[in-house]
C-alpha cells in the first residue's frame, strides 16, 4: 500500500507492482536523458536571455575554453570507475607546461620542450601510480600530497615568471581551427580521442576489467584481473594527458605561469561525477560524462554572457557537484522508507535545517547592504 | 581497506600494545629529530634564527595553523577530510570583517561569537552533505571550498577590508599579551590542550576515535556514527570560525582571498603528526610537532634564502614522505605479528 503511495512522488516512470528499488534504477537509468534534458533547457534559457548565446563564432570560441577540461576527464573517468581520485590532474598540467616553458625561456626548440613537458607530466603519472599500485596507498592521499607537490614545482621552475612569446605552429594547436571550418584543433582532438576512450571502456576488455575493479576489487583480483598493473596505467595516462591538456592551456593563451589551471580539478571531477559516474567507483559512462562535460561548459558561458565572476560561477560548479551525488541518494533513501514512522521527526529535522540557513542567509544579505552601498552608491 | 589494519588502528587491541605505543613515540621522536637536525643546520648558516623574535615570529605563524589543524585533526580521524576550512575562514572573516566595518562599536566578544556561529552554520552544511546526502567527504568538502570561495566573491564583490576601517579592539585581540606571550600562542596553545583532553578524556572525544577506527564495531557498540561525523564537520566549522576572526586581528585585514590554500597546511600538519587517513589513528602532540615542523622549514627557506616558490613544493613532498613512512611501518609491523 504505501509503496503504491510513494512511487508516483520519485517521478520516475514505476510501476507499483515493483518494489520501489526498481524505479530507482529506472532513474539512474535515465541519468543520461536527464542531463539531455537539462542541456536543452540551459540553451533554451540561454537564448532567451541573450542572443549572442546562440552564435556559431562565441560557441566555436567558447568549446576551446572546455577542451583542456574533457581532455583530463577522459581518463578521470577510468580512474573514478574503479574508485579511485586523481586530484593532482591541475598541478601536474601546470608543472608539466612550466616546464616546457622554463625550457622555452632558456631556447630550447619549443617542440623539444613540448616533448619535455610531456614527459615530466607522465613521470607526474608514474609517481602517482606507484605510490598507488604498489605502495598500495589511497589514491585520495597520494594524489593529494602530488597536488601540492606537482603545483609546488611549477611555481620552483617559473617563479613569478611568464613564458610567452610561443611560434605559432604551436599556438595553433589551442587557437587554430580545423581548415576552413569553425571547429576548433582542440575540440577535434578531443572528440578523436573521447571516441577512443569510449570504446577502450565499452568495448574492451580492459574496459571491462576497470568496472569490475570498481565493483568489488577482491573479487576481480581472484578472478584474475591484474589490478596493480591496471591501476598503475590509468595514472600514467592521467599523468600523460594532463600534461598534454598543459599544453593545449599554454598554446591557447600563448603564454604559461605556473598558476595556470588551478583549481581545474574540481571541473574534472564534477564534469565526471554529474555524467553519472559513481564515485564509489562501478558505474557510469563515457557519453554520460560527455554531455555533463557539455552542460557544465554550456552554463559556464551563458554565466559569463551574464557577465557572472568566473569564482562565483565555480560556486554553481560545486553545488552542481554536490547535488549530482546528493539527489540520486536522497531519492534512494525516500524510495527505501515504507513506513511513515520516521515522518516527524525527518519533517522536524528538516525545518530545524531550513530555519538555520534561512537565518544564515538572512544575516548574510543584511550584512552585505553596506557592502553594496559602497560600492554602487 | 583490511581488518588488519582497523586493529592496528584501536590502541587496546592488547597484544600488541607497548610495541605500537613505541611505533607511536617512535614516530614524535622522529620529527622531533628532523626539527633539530633542521635548526641546527639554519643556526649554523644564521645564527639570528634563534634570536627570540624569530621564534616568536614561528610561533606566531603557527598559532592559526595549530589552531585549525586540531579541528581538521579530528575530521581525519573519523576516516573524513575537510577541505573547506580554508574557504570558511575566507567566508567567515569576510563577513565579520563588514559588520564590524558597519558597526564599529561592537564589542570584541560579539565578533567572537559571530564568527563561532556563522562557522557552526558552514560547517554543518558540510556535515548535513556528508551524513545525510551520503557524500563522501572529498567530494563535500571540495565542492564546498568552492561554494564559500565563491560566496566571497558575491558577498564583497572584490573588494576588501583594510587595517582603517577595523575598530582597534579587534586588532589587540590576538596582539595583546598575557605574561609576555601574545593573546594568539596563548589561544593555540589553550585550544590544542582542550582538545587533547576533549579527545583523550571525554565520551564524545573516544567516540570519535571509534567511530574513525571501525565504524561498523562502534555502531554495535551503541555509537551512532552519522551523528558523530555530524559533529566533528560542526566542530570544525567552529574552530575555522574562531580562526576568522583570529586571521582578521592578526593581519588587520580581510581579503577576497584570504586562507587561500591554507587547507592544505592544516592537512599536511595532521599527516606529518602521525594522523592517519584510514582513521581511529593520531595523537594531539604529534600534530602540534606536525605544525612546528612545517613553520619551522617555512621560516629557515626564508632565512637561507631559498625562494618561498619551492614551499609549496616542499610541503607536497613532506605529505608524501609521511604517508609512505607510515605504510611502510604499518607493514612490518603487520609483518611481526603474523
Not at chain 1, 542541456?39 to 546562440?54: E, K, M, Q
Amino acid at each position: 500500500m504505501t509503496s503504491q503511495t510513494e512511487s508516483p512522488k520519485l517521478g520516475a516512470s514505476s510501476i507499483s507492482e515493483h518494489a520501489p528499488r526498481r524505479s530507482l534504477i529506472d532513474l539512474l537509468k535515465n541519468w543520461e536523458l536527464l542531463l539531455f534534458v537539462l542541456i536543452v533547457g540551459v540553451v533554451l534559457v540561454n537564448s532567451n536571455l541573450s542572443p549572442y548565446f546562440l552564435n556559431a563564432q562565441n560557441l566555436s570560441r567558447t568549446s576551446s575554453d572546455f577542451m583542456e577540461i574533457g581532455l583530463m576527464m577522459l581518463p578521470m573517468v577510468f580512474i573514478v570507475i574503479t574508485g579511485n581520485i586523481d586530484l593532482s590532474v591541475a598541478s601536474n598540467m601546470g608543472m608539466s607546461a612550466s616546464f616546457m616553458g622554463l625550457l622555452h625561456n632558456m631556447g630550447v626548440n619549443i617542440w623539444l620542450a613540448a616533448l619535455a613537458g610531456l614527459a615530466l607530466g607522465t613521470l607526474g603519472g608514474v609517481l602517482n601510480g606507484y605510490l598507488i599500485s604498489k605502495v598500495k596507498l589511497p589514491s585520495l592521499v597520494v594524489t593529494l600530497g602530488t597536488y601540492a607537490f606537482f603545483r609546488g614545482i611549477a611555481y620552483g621552475f617559473l617563479g613569478d615568471q611568464a613564458a610567452r612569446n610561443y611560434p605559432s605552429a604551436f599556438t595553433f594547436l589551442g587557437q587554430g581551427r580545423v581548415g576552413d571550418s569553425l571547429i576548433p584543433v582542440s575540440a577535434a582532438i578531443f572528440i578523436g580521442m573521447a571516441i577512443i576512450f569510449g570504446l577502450v571502456l565499452h568495448c574492451t576488455k580492459f574496459g571491462r576489467q576497470l568496472y569490475a575493479i570498481g565493483n568489488n576489487e577482491n573479487a576481480a583480483r581472484y578472478s584474475g584481473v591484474p589490478i596493480g598493473k591496471i591501476k598503475f596505467l590509468i595514472f600514467v595516462l592521467s599523468g600523460l594527458i594532463s600534461a598534454f591538456a598543459g599544453l593545449v592551456l599554454a598554446a591557447r593563451f600563448g603564454s604559461t605561469r605556473p598558476d595556470n589551471g588551478t583549481g581545474l580539478e574540481l571541473a574534472v571531477i564534477t564534469a565526471t561525477v554529474l555524467g553519472g559516474v559513481d564515485i564509489n567507483g562501478g558505474k557510469g559512462t563515457m557519453y554520460g560524462a560527455i554531455l555533463s562535460l557539455l552542460l557544465i561548459g554550456l552554463l559556464r558561458f551563458g554565466m559569463g554572457l551574464l557577465n557572472i565572476q568566473s569564482q562565483v560561477q565555480s560556486t554553481v560548479i560545486g553545488l552542481l557537484l554536490i547535488i549530482s551525488i546528493f539527489l540520486p541518494h536522497i531519492g534512494q533513501q525516500i524510495a527505501q522508507s515504507k513506513t511513515s514512522r520516521f515522518r516527524w521527526k525527518t519533517l522536524l529535522i528538516v525545518l530545524g535545517v531550513l530555519v538555520i540557513f534561512a537565518a544564515f542567509i538572512a544575516f548574510f544579505i543584511w550584512s552585505r547592504i553596506p557592502v553594496l552601498q559602497d560600492i554602487y552608491g | 581497506m583490511t581488518n588488519q589494519e582497523f586493529k592496528l588502528g584501536s590502541k587496546t587491541s592488547g597484544k600488541g600494545f607497548s610495541f605500537l605505543d613505541f611505533i607511536s613515540r617512535f614516530r614524535e621522536v622522529g620529527i622531533i629529530a628532523f626539527i633539530l637536525i633542521l635548526v641546527i643546520a639554519v643556526t649554523l648558516r644564521e645564527p639570528s634564527f634563534l634570536d627570540i623574535d624569530n621564534l616568536t615570529d614561528i610561533l606566531m605563524n603557527i598559532s592559526i595553523l595549530i589552531i585549525v589543524a586540531m579541528a581538521q585533526t579530528m575530521v581525519i580521524l573519523t576516516k573524513g577530510i575537510d577541505l573547506s576550512v580554508s574557504s570558511i575562514i575566507g567566508l567567515v572573516a569576510m563577513m565579520v570583517g563588514f559588520t564590524l566595518k558597519a558597526n564599529p562599536e561592537f564589542p570584541v566578544i560579539f565578533s567572537v561569537v559571530l564568527g563561532l556561529v556563522l562557522g557552526a552554520i558552514l560547517g554543518s552544511f558540510n556535515g548535513f552533505i556528508i551524513t545525510i546526502g551520503n557524500v563522501p567527504p572529498i567530494i563535500a568538502t571540495l565542492g564546498t571550498l568552492s561554494i564559500y570561495r565563491g560566496l566571497v566573491f558575491f558577498y564583497s564583490q572584490g573588494t576588501w577590508i583594510n587595517s582603517y576601517e577595523l575598530p582597534h579592539s579587534i586588532k589587540v585581540l590576538s596582539k595583546g599579551k598575557l605574561l609576555g606571550v601574545p593573546n594568539l600562542i596563548v589561544v593555540a596553545i589553550l585550544i590544542a590542550v582542550l582538545t587533547f583532553l576533549f579527545l583523550r578524556y571525554t565520551r564524545l572525544g573516544r567516540n570519535i576515535y571509534a567511530v574513525g577506527s571501525n565504524p561498523t564495531a562502534s555502531e554495535y557498540a551503541g555509537i551512532r556514527p552519522q551523528k558523530i561525523i555530524f559533529i566533528v564537520y560542526v566542530l570544525s566549522g567552529i574552530i575555522s570560525g574562531l580562526a576568522a576572526v583570529l586571521w582578521i586581528s592578526r593581519f588587520e585585514s580581510a581579503q577576497t582571498n584570504t586562507a587561500l590554500g591554507f587547507e592544505l597546511n592544516t592537512v599536511t600538519a595532521a599527516v606529518i603528526g602521525g594522523v592517519s587517513t584510514s582513521g581511529g589513528v593520531g595523537s594531539i602532540p604529534g600534530v602540534l610537532l606536525g605544525a612546528l615542523l612545517l613553520g619551522v622549514i617555512q621560516n629557515s627557506l626564508t632565512l637561507i634564502r631559498i625562494s618561498p616558490f619551492w614551499q609549496l613544493a616542499a610541503q607536497g613532498l613532506l605529505i608524501i614522505v609521511a604517508v609512505v613512512t607510515d605504510k611502510l611501518i604499518s607493514k612490518r609491523i603487520v609483518r611481526t605479528h603474523k
